[in-house]
């Protein structure tokens, strides 16, 4: 008598051939977000910052923010010694050199290394849109730079040499631009979750840091950082949205792991 042979369950036939169970659903999640939930995020929260910015620099403008800013400028002196931050002498240091992460040098460093990698990995046309991001960033910032011409603080003695305007705040915005643009790419093309939330939370935590760093060492008010922060988020989510669609055009490379 031949026996028959039991059905082979979903998970084995999926392991013999290769094929991912979920795959379907995941094809359909990519074109519902590439087409839906990330242009309407990216859009909402250029908006939202945008507004946050012109807002920011209208009461700037009007001087509502002095108080606040000499306030806060203050808070973070010896009042004893204007020229001593507070806190120990390693600190004032640190901050140096954290401040260093948003400078013109560091940002082209980091922002090459990345394309390079980009491109070795064949990647060529993310590569030249993160680098046209980036770059265009730069030249917002300074045409806002001249166009809002607000002096630095002469409040307290700067703790390093200054040469450009004050609003918005350059390290602040670039930072902002060059590490939420590329941590969000990285976060993408990573396999692992774990180090795709590592790599968010760094630039996160880098763009936070420089801003902090500029108000401690007394070379911009706190409002500037802040409009730093603002423009240079939504500039950051402007570059998302058109890789998005250049993305769903198929302009430019799918951000998932390259095929062997």
């Known amino acids: 008598m ?28 990519r074109k519902f977000h ?8 990216s859009l909402l929260v250029l908006s939202l910052l945008g507004y946050g910015f012109f807002a920011l620099a209208h ?26 931050p507070i806190g120990p002498p390693w600190l004032e240091e640190t901050m140096r050199d954290i401040t260093g992460w948003g400078s013109v040098v560091t940002i082209v460093f980091i922002t ?49 040499e200054v040469f450009t305007a004050s609003f918005p705040s350059g390290h602040a915005m670039m930072s902002a631009i060059a590490f939420l643009t590329l941590a969000t790419l990285l976060a993408r ?37 802040l409009a730093g922060w603002c423009v240079g988020a939504a500039w950051a989510a402007l570059c998302w949205f058109v890789a998005l669609q250049l993305q769903r055009r198929g302009d430019v490379e799918p951000t998932g792991p390259p095929s062997a």
């Open 112 to 160: 090459a290394s990345v394309c390079t990698y980009l491109m070795l990995t064949q990647r060529r046309r993310i590569a030249l849109f993160v680098l046209a991001a980036v770059g265009g960033g730069e030249g917002v910032s300074t045409v806002l730079k001249l166009f809002y011409h607000r002096p630095r603080p002469d409040l307290v003695p700067h703790g390093m």
């Open 189 to 225: 093309i990573e396999r692992s979750r774990r180090v795709s939330i590592l790599v968010l939370a760094l630039g996160v935590a880098m763009t936070i840091s420089v801003g902090i760093s500029r108000v401690y060492l007394g070379v911009h008010w706190p409002s500037d950082v």
């Open 59 to 84: 009461e700037v403008g009007e001087g509502s923010t002095e108080a606040l800013d000499r306030k806060l400028l203050l808070a973070l002196r010896n009042p004893a010694d204007l020229s001593d």
């Open 2 to 29: 031949r026996l028959s042979r039991p059905p082979m369950r979903i998970p084995e036939i999926a392991r013999r051939t290769g094929v991912p169970i979920a795959g379907g659903a995941s094809r359909v999640w």
């Open 34 to 41: 590439l087409n839906e939930v990330g242009p309407l995020v």
